[in-house]
């Protein structure tokens, strides 16, 4: 099928039906509740009694990634891992993902491949079908539109807003990493792009480059929660940043937050990477975002419970609505903590 | 909020999470499957005992529309027509989208509010919730990605895979108006382009401009086709073009087709304009897309029953696998279908 010349398909060869053809071929389900894979008009999923969660998340070329370093399986991958961490947000399980793709006409059919290829590999790993989808030519780089589908029981939603003044917040995993292997990767394009430098220099910071091109979601926290019995009152997936997105948990709840400088989880890569760059680890941990990282907050009475988690870190508490949203230093000097801006 | 010079509000000006709040403050939901609006990481949707359909699509500038021509207004209505068309087209009733925006920096909040202004009226017009989405910035043009979920009674799904050999083929609506549109409108931006030829010449062809800008979608048909007892073999909705949508019909239910030139519908504005084109209008008829109509088939013994449903015309039947898909001349004289390659 390919191309003698360059070893590449190109898709107007194969057509957008042809293309779809390649997809669906490697869509086995494996959940009960998918009743059809791609092919029709809409996704057809049995949700019994439980509820239904949806979500739908772009990501678009130049804004998303950069695809001058971004492997497409890895950007496949990823698109799954932003997709499903929605759902998993709202404690439930992820089922189905529906990927829409909007190719521009330098892509070939094997690069399409690629993306799904990663795609299929996060849907193994997380127990996920693709189970629908589109695709259309784009003039302006490759997008991917890609939607959850997954569910819950009836009483164990958890949404932004249930936190009271005096619950525990609580973190999964650590922070700043994806941003720093951004600004690595970035660094590196930027060498090469000017002085013509082939090798970038990455050793050494293979966990935060990782955490940028290949996220996994700590999925197992959830089980966990589940099995020690606790329930959270409020959560959210990181994907902003742990400031912009613990504020939205504050506003929605209508609290205000208190956490701590010392208590907020920084890889030593981190770290080492944030002093290379001249910045505070602190600021890329609250800022960088794409952390795919769970934040949720606790009943002050499951304090001890949670402890038997080892992969949670308690960072700070919930307070009164009006007292403010603070950073409090090993001091006691407080920052006030803030959004990020439009990115 | 304007700024005094211009009347616009950037959007950096608004943030992210402001422009969530103007779109969420005007979300109601209407259905009582949908328990959230807009605001947490997914949507969150009671179905009961029937079965959830999910479908997904991008919209892309310069792909699916261009600015120049396109009211802001008409495009988020279009959106949403688009999205939910595939629900129909399973014999479902949607009940909620989700609607991902990928913005650049040269739109304004107000131009942000004039597309969901458009996906309201839309979403009120056929009952649908906003349920969710997502708003990033862009780089490339505006982005549009619209989920729709729905639901069937659990017997009640119509696949593109269920149509039988002497199955009757039947349609809603006319074809190829909303691509005659196109060429009207693509002309009068060209002549505005290189002439500046500012007032464009659009008389006579409101219709045709209608279906392109601001297409809507026959449901009420459905409703006839369940009172009137028929039951479609299979069914989809016609966005590719009905030449296409009608062979990827006969592809999953492993049959040909035979239809007749003098049953195809066109509007006599289709006609007038196509004339003016130099095409004969079956091309744009076959091939345009875009017209947002049914082609379902049903069984033989149904033929004198949809009789009764005015909106329904027959325009051929399907044949047995391997027996060619052909448009039968007034003369007798076959025509091989083919479907358009990669737009």
């Given amino acids: 099928m390919p191309d003698s010349e360059s070893n590449k398909t190109s898709i107007n060869k194969l057509g957008k039906i042809g293309l779809i053809d390649l997809i669906t071929d490697k869509s086995k389900p494996v959940n009960s509740s998918t009743l059809s894979v791609i092919g029709d008009d809409a996704a057809i999923i049995d949700s019994g009694k ?12 130049g804004i998303h990634f950069n695809l001058i370093y971004t492997p497409l399986k890895h950007l496949g991958y990823k698109a799954v891992i932003r997709a499903i961490s929605d759902i998993y947000a709202m404690n439930g399980t992820p089922h189905q993902i529906l990927i829409s793709l909007g190719i521009s006409a330098r892509f070939s059919v094997e690069q399409i491949e690629e993306i799904y290829e990663g795609i299929y590999l996060a849907c193994e790993k997380y127990n996920v079908d693709l189970a629908g989808g589109d695709t259309s030519s784009s003039l302006t780089g490759l997008t991917i539109g890609v939607t959850a589908v997954g569910s819950v029981e009836k009483d164990k939603t958890v949404k932004r807003s249930g936190a009271k003044p005096n619950d525990l917040i609580c973190v999964t995993g650590d922070f700043g990493a994806a941003f720093m292997g951004l600004q690595l990767l970035e660094r590196e394009r930027r060498l090469f792009e000017k002085e013509k430098v082939t090798q970038p220099d990455l050793s050494g910071s293979e966990y935060a480059i990782g955490r940028q091109l290949k996220p996994e979601f700590p999925a197992e926290v959830l089980t966990e929660l589940r099995n020690t019995d606790i329930r959270p009152t409020s959560m959210i997936d990181i994907s902003e940043g742990l400031s912009s997105d613990l504020l939205q948990i504050c506003k929605l709840s209508h609290t205000c937050c208190r956490i701590y400088y010392s208590k907020i989880p920084i890889d030593y890569e981190t770290s080492k990477l ?25 009943p002050l009475e499951a304090a001890e419970k949670i402890k038997s988690i080892q992969s949670v870190k308690l960072i700070g508490h919930m307070t009164e609505q009006g007292l403010g949203n603070f950073l409090v230093g090993d001091d006691g000097s407080e920052v006030k903590l803030s959004a990020q801006g439009w990115k």
Same sequence: chains 1, 2.
Avoid: K, M, R
């Avoid at 439980?50 to 070329?61: G, N, P």
């Fill in 274 to 298: 944030a002093e290379e760059f001249n910045i505070d680890p602190i600021i890329p941990a609250l800022n960088g975002g794409e952390d795919y990282e769970l934040l949720f907050t606790i």
């Fill in 50 to 61: 439980l509820l239904t969660l949806v979500s739908t998340d772009l990501l678009l070329e």
